[in-house]
């Protein structure tokens, strides 16, 4: 049997939240970039990467397609905008939906 345990925290007032799609043909550009600008993030942004098949959770148009999927949350209103730092690949652009 496993288990896990864990403790809750308060969260916010506010909160900000954002994600970016990349074509998956980019994905080692993109998770370089994402490796380098995520060493850099303050502790209140929790960063994701994730390699992404379709998926109710992405858009219509993108169902079937192979993505790079990063996303990320602060917890900090003195942080940046999320897009800011989830735009972590300028010479890659983003799934256009």
């Known amino acids: 049997m496993t288990s896990f345990e864990f403790d809750l925290h308060p969260l916010g007032p506010e909160v900000a939240t954002a994600q970016v799609l990349y074509p998956y043909g980019n994905a080692e550009s993109v998770m370089r970039a994402w490796r380098d600008v995520a060493a850099d993030m303050p502790e209140s942004v929790t960063p994701h990467l994730a ?12 169902h079937g397609m192979k993505i790079v999927f990063v996303d990320g949350v602060s917890t900090s209103p003195r942080t940046s905008p999320p897009s800011s730092w989830l735009r972590c690949a300028s010479s890659v652009r983003p799934c256009s939906i």
Request: charged letters at 25%.
């Open 51 to 62: 390699l992404w098949g379709a998926d109710p959770e992405i858009p219509a148009e993108l």
